[in-house]
């Protein structure tokens, strides 16, 4: 029996590990759209001596040594955040300590490695800034080739680190379209999510996001938070983190899992509408309308729902008022993150409000990436300080 195969979670069908980027092609027969993912043959996790998120190799893809790439992502910071009601202990987990300033390393470090492992020499990847920025940085470290698909509103800061990296960067176009033909003709590694709704699937990245779960465990002493509050946009970092959890959970490594609290603006809310109505299934908006352009998708994976469910969590909607509130508090604390990385702080707000807690618990709010990487939204109700003359020696020392 191999050690990991993939496996489809709808009819259960195992394969080999191999460059499935199509999703389970028996319930494709059937007309259905169903993602296969990574299964280990493990019975706990130890933490290997290794760099960045290989340290938890032993439940991610089997990657030999020379063909795994690191830039020591992972490792971030479970901070302590000011919390107004007494009964929450509130941690911020700061993934801006990455290499790329963003959560997007850790399923990059595993998805470019799998791209070695797998013989490629070119991949690809679909992006709003922060997830293009850490593929061209990690293909980069490789030696791979790497096109990025852009939207639109991209920050230029952003476009241009991703280019400094040697990446090609493509803005606009019919993107499924493009990754579809490039991956068919087996010349791209897709870095691309786990459901396969554009008609590509890539199931290896997904598993980075797990090690936060683990670094999470691993600084609380061995115990699991009661709740997490995580940015949804596609889905992968929603669903990786439960899964994180889950595979713990399963091993005995934690007593109990925590709830995923899934959180959207509510101009980009394709998974919460979906919640809300108890479905399986998320369907695209017409149009997103939101500040917080990381999260900023017409469509949500429809494994974000299947980590919200499972945990029984929920999904929280906040305005953006409330978003750029939270992120000025945030940022009061010495936390300069950006608009994606205020939902969490924004949603903990709205939680605790709605519903007073009875009993103490212990809170952890992901911070996905840096405010300094969008500048456009960071400095757009910025004044420059006046400019003192020559001739000033005195200040008001009162302010």
Same mark, same amino acid.
């Given at each position: 029996m191999?050690?990991?195969?993939l ?11 191999t ?8 319930c ?6 169903r993602?296969?993912?990574?299964k ?7 933490p290997?001596v ?9 439940l ?18 479970l ?5 107004p ?6 941690f ?5 300590a990455n290499p790329t ?5 850790r ?6 490695s799998?791209?070695r492992q797998f ?11 922060n ?6 940085a990690?293909a ?11 939207h639109?509103?991209?920050s ?12 090609r960067?493509?803005r606009?176009g019919?993107?499924?379209k493009i990754?579809?033909?490039m991956v068919?003709?087996? #010349?791209y590694?897709?870095?691309?999510i ?6 590509y699937s890539n ?6 996001f797990k090690t936060?779960a683990?670094?999470i ?6 115990s ?14 929603t669903?990786?983190?439960w ?21 959207q ?8 509408r979906a ?10 908006l017409?149009?997103?309308?939101t500040?917080?352009?990381s999260v900023?998708?017409?469509?949500t994976g ?10 029984e969590?929920?999904?929280c ?12 508090a ?5 936390f #300069?993150?950006?608009?994606?990385s205020? /939902?969490?702080y924004?949603c903990?707000?709205q939680?605790?409000?709605?519903r007073?807690?009875?009993?103490p618990?212990?809170?952890? /709010? ?5 405010a300094?990487?969008w500048?456009e939204t960071?400095l757009r109700d910025?004044t420059?300080?006046?400019?003192l003359?020559?001739?000033?020696e005195e ?5």
């Open positions: 191999p050690n990991n195969w496996e489809c979670d709808w009819c259960r069908s195992r394969f080999d590990v460059p499935m980027f199509f999703g389970c092609p028996h494709a027969q059937e007309g259905n759209k993602p296969v993912e990574m280990y043959a493990v019975d706990k996790l130890q290997e290794a760099p960045g998120v290989w340290r938890w190799a032993g991610l893809p089997s990657v030999e040594d020379n063909r795994r790439v690191t830039l020591y992502e992972g490792s971030t910071p901070v302590p955040v000011d919390f009601e007494s009964n929450v202990k509130a911020l987990k700061n993934e801006t300033w963003s959560w997007k390393d399923p990059n470090a595993v998805s470019i799998m791209a013989g490629f020499r070119r991949v690809t990847a679909r992006s709003t800034g997830h293009g920025n850490s593929v061209a990690y980069g470290a490789a030696g791979l080739d790497a096109t990025i698909l852009c639109e509103d991209t230029a800061l952003q476009l241009a680190l991703m280019e400094g990296c040697g990446a960067v493509i606009g019919c993107q499924d990754i579809t033909r068919a003709a087996q #010349a590694f897709p870095c691309t786990l459901c396969p709704q554009g008609g199931p290896f990245g997904v598993e980075g936060i683990f670094e465990v691993d600084a609380l002493a061995g699991a938070p009661d709740r997490v509050f995580i940015p949804a946009g596609s889905g992968d970092g669903y990786g983190i899964k994180g959890f889950r595979e713990m959970a399963e091993r005995k490594q934690i007593s109990v899992a925590p709830r995923i609290v899934a959180c603006p509510e101009g980009a809310n394709s998974a919460a919640w809300k109505l108890r479905r399986n299934h998320v369907e695209p017409r149009q997103v309308k500040a917080a352009l900023a998708e017409i469509v429809d494994h974000a729902l299947r980590a919200v469910y499972e945990s969590g929920e999904f909607e906040v305005s953006e008022v409330e978003i750029l509130e939270a992120a000025r945030l940022h009061r604390m010495g #300069a993150l950006e608009l994606a205020a /939902l969490p924004a903990a707000l939680t605790e409000s709605r007073p807690l009875s009993k618990e212990i809170w952890v /709010l992901i911070g996905s990436g840096a300094v990487k500048p960071f910025y420059k300080p006046p400019i003359g020559s001739d000033v200040i008001d020392v009162r302010q």
